[in-house]
């Protein structure tokens, strides 16, 4: 009888422009039981991040690239071998540095939360249940800190007829203060990278405006229910701002523009990215031709892009180009901040939380929800008074929607 054999786990096409990723967690330990297009491994590129998963059932024998190394479309990363059983596990898997122990196996294998291996073995260590640990990770994944921070909260619970614990602050502690390195994945070095390249090669500048969001609120509350059930979708804030946006952009098309060499290249199109808090770190996924798209196919295509970051499914042709990005820091309740623009381009508009705050309307004191806007601009195509006037319109057009239908 033939031996079936090993199924080979490979690097696969990422992008037209992408040939070098770097291995990030594995998802599995050698000589874990994977289920056929179950995720294995999350690579990175400088711009986006991937679960690989399995090309069929079986027993991951061997992993041959480790966290952090560098490979190319095509490289082996693993072998599965078909015809082990699912209960099967090699000796390898009774090592550190490969796998989790038994009492974290359970829970790794559940629809509720996957353990990480870091995770697992501290586990097992503090001798915790699965329900102890509540997952923060993304996708439901048990990471390292929650289990510490579980192991913490259990320290700290007395039991029945046991004297209580000595508080750390009445008990100096003896243990050494401790540091933990780890390297910044490729895609938090390309970040970095980015953010210096823009203070150190433009000349930025910010403006700063508010906006009354009355109107927004109302006509939202108005037709959510409506436009939930027609688009099986939420009407946000961010389709209001991605129409003003291009209304604005039109009217000062330096700010769609870059500076290429000794040239400024205008664009004729709109492609407007989106910052959005990922499961590995802010991405900015691109709404192509923006001025095509209706507010419910951008909200659509908003809330995809949300989903493919959390899954970390997004494709690096989903981050590249854009002539123009919006960031709203106030989902995580910034109240004003000054947004660094995305290289090569000459803008950037900066959202914030929306707070009733007293202004004078007509000669009265009202109170209204109010929302701070940033816009950071390279003053090196876009002068003082181009910048005002991109911000004012923007202002304008949300506090007034309807010039969106009438283009006013």
Known sequence: MSTPSLLDLKVPSVGESVTEVEVGEWLKPEGATVARDENLVVLETDKATMEVPAPGAGRLVKIHKRKGERVRVGDLLGQIDPSAPESAV??????????????????????????????????????LAPDQVLPTGPGGRVLKEDVERAAGAAAITTPPGEPPPVSPAAEPSTAPRGEERVPMSLMRRKIAERLVQAQQNAALLTTFNEVDMSTVMALRQDLQERFQQRYETKLGFMSFFVKAV?????????????????????????????AIGGGRGLVVPVLR????????????????????ARENKLRPEDLEGGTFTIT???VYGSMLSTPLINPPQSGVLGM?????RPVAVKGQVVVRPIM?????YDHRIVDGREAVTFLRRVKETVENPVRMLVEV
């Open 289 to 308: 031709n923006a001025e095509r798209l209706s507010f419910a196919e951008i909200e659509l295509a908003i809330a995809g892009f949300a989903r493919k």
């Open 372 to 376: 701070y806007v940033a816009l950071t």
């Open 352 to 356: 914030h939380a929306i707070q009733d």
């Open 90 to 127: 090699t000796p390898e898997a009774t090592r550190p540095e490969s796998a989790q122990p038994p009492a974290a196996a359970a829970v790794s294998e559940s629809t509720a939360a996957r353990v990480m291996p870091a995770a697992a073995w501290v586990m097992a260590e503090k001798k």
């Open 328 to 330: 709203n820091g106030g």
């Open 246 to 274: 291009v209304d604005g952009l039109k009217e000062i098309p330096r700010l769609n523009a870059e500076i290429r060499g000794s040239d400024i290249v205008y664009r004729n199109y709109f492609d407007i990215g989106v």
